[in-house]
């Protein structure tokens, strides 16, 4: 069964640090999405992207935050300059319109000390 | 905001009983999603229901979406011990591609 993965797993970055999530949403979807979840939060939409190009962005998705797909598979997600606050689990998800139905990876734990 | 709230915020069941989760949106929708997240997992699909369908059955999942109170629930009856997870809704704006979940009902199923 397809899945989509995320890479790392877990990710330690001392603040001010540049990160990047790591993620290959299923073959043949063409809407890609990140998610993070603050520890004992509710998952919180950052941004959607199609068509090589950002469709949506909430609030959080501020200009430390910049997503790619580089290449056929895979779609990144960038903090600049990380910060405490950036503590959190990141999933990445990717749209089939034909099965209408999200599906996400298993998360990057990203912790900044 | 979007967001959806789910209530109650916790529940805990004996294994048999069936659980309900309530889920309340704000704006109008393309569809409602349900996802479950085992402690420290990923989010997990179980259903979606579209605006405009009324209910929906999967397995022991039963779905209803009242568009005109903006609220869904989800039902799983028989529950089991292995459904003790936290249950969130998403709702996809029909004004853009983007989802936003609730704040999740953790329950604890107790063998």
């Known amino acids: 069964e397809p899945e989509v993965t995320q890479t790392p797993s877990h990710q330690v970055t001392q603040m001010g640090q540049e990160v990047i999530l790591r993620c290959v949403p299923i073959?043949?979807?063409?809407?890609f999405y990140w998610y993070r979840q603050i520890l004992g939060q509710k998952v919180e939409f950052l941004v959607s992207?199609?068509?090589?190009?950002?469709?949506?962005k909430s609030e959080i998705f501020d200009d430390q935050f910049s997503v790619e797909r580089p290449d056929g598979s895979n779609f990144t997600l960038k903090i600049r300059s990380t910060k405490l606050e950036d503590s959190a689990m990141y999933f990445c998800?990717?749209?089939?319109?034909?099965?209408?139905?999200?599906?996400f990876g298993p998360g990057t734990r990203l912790t900044v000390l | 905001s979007q967001q959806g709230e789910e209530d109650p915020q916790a529940l805990s069941i004996q294994e048999g009983e069936n659980a309900t989760m309530n889920c309340s949106y704000k704006?109008?929708?393309?569809?409602l999603q349900w996802y479950r997240q085992n402690s420290g997992r990923g989010l997990v699909h179980l259903i979606l229901?579209?605006?405009?369908?009324r209910e929906k059955h999967s397995g022991r999942l039963r779905v209803t979406l009242d568009t005109s109170k903006k609220s869904s629930s989800l039902l799983i009856t028989a529950s089991r011990a292995a459904d003790t997870a936290s249950y969130f809704c998403?709702?996809?704006?029909?004004?853009?591609?983007?989802?936003?979940f609730g704040t999740g009902t953790s329950l604890t199923v107790i063998p």
């Open positions: 992207f199609y068509n090589n190009e950002i469709s949506e």
């Open positions: 998800a990717s749209w089939s319109s034909y099965w209408n139905e999200q599906f």
């Open positions: 998403a709702t996809e704006a029909n004004t853009g591609n983007q989802f936003y």
């Open positions: 073959s043949n979807h063409l809407y």
């Open positions: 704006t109008s929708i393309n569809n």
């Open positions: 229901i579209r605006s405009n369908e």
